[in-house]
């Protein structure tokens, strides 16, 4: 068998294994319930204490904003549920964009059955939001904004310090949904005027079921889950402690590993980009070229079935995907590359390729050789392709 290049790393990355090892002694050791009065019940107090504090110093936040949720889509449901629950006198009115990640999108479909009234914002063609729009949007009901940071499929940056300042000056919450940018890209709360922001472990080298949610200090916001007074009463249940302790090591490694580990992912990134776009005819790198992570790489190839494409790369034991995750396994085509322009059948043959910290150049010059094989084997078959090369 072939060694595994796993280039999916939006979909979920590798747990480190610094972060496997501060986890372990709250498995068998250190197991006491942080709310238990005895000793060891306040260890467990403490690293939860402490992960808490890590992640709001990443932010530049306090830690009693902090809120641990089992992921980036609990935190999604709960900014918005619960914003739509507290701020309802003010009015039923909130804005997002188009290409937001599902956990988004269909929060606000439920929402919209209950009467809320949903603006989606136009992105340009390469992903980024149009300002003008949303700041036309805004009207005297609207109660949040919530606009991603940076988009699963095709990487695109947002520019969420305008964003920020628009909903500020208009006095509207701003929530971001960085599950995609945080321990990624530097964020700071204050500088970008962020009212609340989604994260998720998995999503940086952490576990998976674990995330959180920054709820600015003075923003009404309801208690999404009854019971005990964990989370200051607002999300009740035993804290997920290995799973807090996890998320907190991962934060306060990527952060500590950042610069470096970007600098190398985005020669990597342009290096594969290069390559492709100078050895496979016929395709279109989608998303931002410069404002996007420095570890995603998208792209459409004309006369090619995504899902096609796919299924010979994992024949060769290549991980990669074709949008996101939750997206493939229906054959409609992503709603972000459809957002951004593309026509059905360009936006049916993409790819999306994400670098770990792990990937290195041989891989990378392994799997473009295996684009080119594959690409020119599925077009042979293509009559679409047949007919293109005739008229040329
Ligand atoms: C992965 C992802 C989510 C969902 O996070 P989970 O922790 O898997 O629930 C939400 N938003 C974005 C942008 C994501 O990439």
Known sequence: ????????????????????????????????????LYS??????????????????TLGAQSNEIYFTAGGSESDNWVFKATADAYEQKGKHIITSRIEHHAILHTCDYLAKKGFEITYIDVDENGILKLDELEKAIRPDTILISVMFANNEIGTIQPIKEIGEIARKHSVLFHTDAVQAYGHVPINVDEYNIDMLSASGH???????????????????????????????????????????GIGAAAERAFRVMEERNKREIELRDYLIAQIEEKIPYCRLNGDRVKRLPNNVNFSFRFVEGESLLIML???????????????????????????????????????????????????????????????????????????????
């Open 1 to 36: 068998m072939k060694p595994l290049i796993y280039l999916d790393n939006a979909a979920t990355t590798k747990t480190a294994k610094e972060v496997v090892d501060a986890m372990l002694p709250y498995f068998t050791e250190d197991y006491g319930n942080p709310s238990s």
């Open 203 to 245: 999503k940086f080298n952490g576990p998976k079921g674990i995330g959180f949610l920054y709820i600015r200090k003075g923003v009404k916001i309801r208690s999404f889950v009854h019971g005990g007074q964990q989370e200051r009463g607002r999300r009740a249940g035993t804290e997920n402690v290995t799973g807090i302790v």
């Open 314 to 392: 994992d024949m060769e034991g290549i991980c990669a995907s074709t949008g996101s995750a939750c997206a493939s396994g229906s054959l409609d085509p992503s709603h972000v590359l459809l957002a951004i322009g593309l026509p059905h059948e360009i936006a049916h043959g993409s790819l999306r390729l994400t670098l770990g910290e792990e990937t290195t150049k041989e891989e990378l010059d392994t799997v473009v050789a295996a684009l080119v094989r594959i690409i020119e084997r599925l077009r042979s078959m293509s009559p679409l392709y047949e007919d293109f090369l005739r008229k040329q």
């Open 40 to 57: 060891l019940g306040a260890k467990s107090k403490e690293a939860v204490t402490k992960a808490r504090e890590t992640i709001a110093g």
